[in-house]
């Protein structure tokens, strides 16, 4: 059985290398359906506004110092 970082080690490196692939097969298409490389670079630029988006809209801080709502109990004397 492995562990639990390793799983997230592996699920976070699907994650990316599909990302990889998916980001290439997207740069090869905006450059050949419109024939201009500069489409590639406005492509990259729309994917990365729109992911980090939809991170901010749809992830939840977890840091404590960042996310108060639990705040730790405080310490004995």
């Known amino acids: ?5 390793a799983q997230t080690l592996g699920f976070y490196r ?7 692939a998916i980001g290439g097969l997207g740069l ?9 490389a500069e489409a590639a670079f ?6 990365m506004f729109l992911s980090g988006g939809l991170l901010f809209w749809l ?4 840091h ?4 108060p709502a639990d705040p730790p109990e405080p310490a004995e004397a």
């Open 28 to 36: 090869g298409l905006a450059a050949s359906l419109t024939g201009l």
């Open 59 to 62: 992830s939840e801080e977890t």
């Open 1 to 5: 059985m492995t562990s639990p970082a």
């Open 64 to 67: 404590p110092r960042l996310n």
């Open 42 to 47: 406005w492509f990259v630029a729309g994917s």
């Open 14 to 20: 699907f994650w990316r290398d599909l990302g990889y």
